[in-house]
């Protein structure tokens, strides 16, 4: 069974940093590229960053140059480094594969507020 954690949002003042972690169990990991999503209020669900399991990365144009996703194949995790946060990154993250499964987890809050 695929289980998806994801925790380190909060509130943060422009230009603000933050980490988000996501810890992924069951086979998804091993076998896929991940992802983190992002949905925010009224919007649809978009990418934000990618992982291939080898390490190569891509990018949503809007995050480009100020997040980073990485990968620890050894304990199952996928981390997402946000810098220079700004308003509309304000929404709530998810890890999954990419593409994705059908396994959501809950999300993590990020709001971008000063």
């Known amino acids: 069974q695929v289980q998806l954690v994801e925790s380190g949002g909060g509130l943060v003042q422009p230009g603000g940093s933050l980490r988000l972690s996501c810890a992924a169990s069951g086979s998804i990991f091993s076998i896929y590229a991940m992802g983190w999503y992002r949905q925010a209020t009224g919007k649809q669900r978009e990418l934000v960053a990618r992982i291939t399991r080898g390490g190569a990365t891509n990018y949503a144009d809007s995050v480009k140059g100020r997040f980073t996703i990485s990968r620890n194949n050894a304990d199952n995790t996928v981390y997402l480094q946000m810098n220079s946060l700004k308003p509309e990154d304000t929404a709530v993250y998810y890890c999954?594969?990419?593409?994705?499964?059908?396994?959501w987890g809950q999300g993590t809050q990020v709001t971008v507020s000063s």
């Open positions: 999954n594969a990419h593409p994705p499964s059908r396994y």
